[in-house]
């Protein structure tokens, strides 16, 4: 007495099923917001759709070679979109995962070591934790990196660390999804991004990057101020700038807003870290511009290492390689970078430390 019959529970049950109240997804509905790393300002919530994320599985599938034999392990955090793209991608290929809460780099490499992972999908700064001084593993046989250019220092490491890894590199932004590729068992030039990824046209207008494919971003949530992002009919950027040689490799040159203009003259910051990167000792380097009375900015190099490197051995490298405008002015020494949550140089820490003056000068 007082109950229901099963026709009514059935009844109730249709009505209040959670699954009942959930649509079909169609190809145009939002399957992931997430937020750009804020590299170069206040991070901005970007839409990708079911259509996108499935255009980029069927893509990176040629690009990587993943499939239901793959067991990625995931040094990074899942709210990085390198770990949370390698999880979803592995997992629709049938393959599995190995997901830890914190970061550890030496219980890292136990895992690693351990055999049961054969691929590893981790930012530069991550895998440079990891790596050092740690002893060969064979079991390993792909390495995929994004968010930051390998240094061919790191480059030579990871080499040594896995010598049966093909080392590949991506060039992308949350908006573009995937743009270029760079595999160690392909003739990318050491300063490149690589060639254009499967599926993506490249141009070049006025030294931007506009980039075209099934994989863009359906742009941000709520206004915005026009950096970042941009559309020109089927064509868009984020503001990146580079150059395309007669092989199509791409190389970044920097981005909107970056450039220093010391002089009446323009200089891309990542010109010159390209430079200083490649001198023995430099761990990391960041490069932006100060103001100065006389120039306007001033190049200044802020560089991240352990061990005493002579200011004669940068100047010397830079006059080797850069015009006399774009070599640094002012250069200071860290023993390492803050970073973001995605790996890169948390520039809003760096630049804080110049203007409070609390960085060692190089003398």
């Not at 026709?7 to 939002?30: G, I, K």
């Not at 896995?162 to 743009?179: C, K, N, Q």
């Not at 949530?221 to 009919?233: A, C, I």
Request: charged letters at 20%; aromatic letters at 8%; one cysteine or more.
């Amino acid at each position: 007495e007082g109950g229901i019959s099963l026709n009514q529970y059935s009844l109730w049950r249709d009505q209040h099923d959670p699954r009942a109240l959930v649509s079909q997804p169609t190809p145009d509905m939002p399957f992931l917001i997430g937020f750009t790393s804020g590299t170069t300002g206040i991070p901005k919530a970007f839409i990708r759709s079911h259509a996108s994320w499935t255009a980029s599985f069927a893509v990176s599938h040629i690009e990587f070679g993943t499939d239901e034999n793959t067991h990625v392990f995931l040094p990074g955090p899942l709210s990085h979109g390198l770990s949370l793209y390698a999880a979803v991608e592995t997992l629709n290929a049938g393959g599995s995962v190995t997901i830890e809460p914190t970061f550890d780099a030496a219980y890292m490499m136990n895992i690693a070591r351990a055999g049961r992972a054969n691929s590893i999908v981790a930012a530069p700064t991550l895998l440079d934790l990891m790596i050092d001084a740690a002893a060969p593993i064979s079991t390993i046989s792909k390495i995929t990196t994004a968010g930051a250019k390998l240094s061919p220092a790191l480059r030579l490491k990871l080499q040594r660390v896995f010598p049966r890894a093909r080392i590949t590199e991506y060039y992308g932004a949350s908006e573009l999804s995937f743009v270029s590729v760079a595999r160690s068992d392909e003739n990318c030039p050491p300063e490149s991004v690589g060639r254009v990824f499967q599926g993506v046209e490249i141009k070049i207008v006025d030294g931007v990057v506009w980039v075209k494919s099934a994989m863009l971003s359906n742009g941000y949530v709520g206004p915005t101020d026009g950096s970042g992002f941009r559309v020109d009919e089927d064509w868009t950027t984020v503001g990146d700038r580079g150059l395309l040689d007669a092989h199509g490799f791409l190389t970044l040159i920097g981005r909107d807003g970056d450039m220093i203009i010391t002089g009446g003259l323009n200089v891309y910051p990542a010109e010159v870290e390209a430079v200083v990167a490649d001198i023995p000792g430099v761990n990391e380097i960041f490069v932006t511009g100060e103001p100065d009375e006389r120039w306007g900015q001033v190049v200044t190099a802020v560089i991240a290492t352990t061990s005493h490197i002579h200011i004669k051995l940068l100047q010397q490298a830079c006059a080797q390689h850069l015009t006399p405008h774009k070599h640094p002015r002012r250069w200071y020494v860290i023993n390492a970078f803050k970073h973001t949550a995605s790996g890169k140089i948390d520039r809003a820490d760096v630049l804080g430390k110049l203007r409070s003056k609390t960085l060692k000068a190089l003398a």
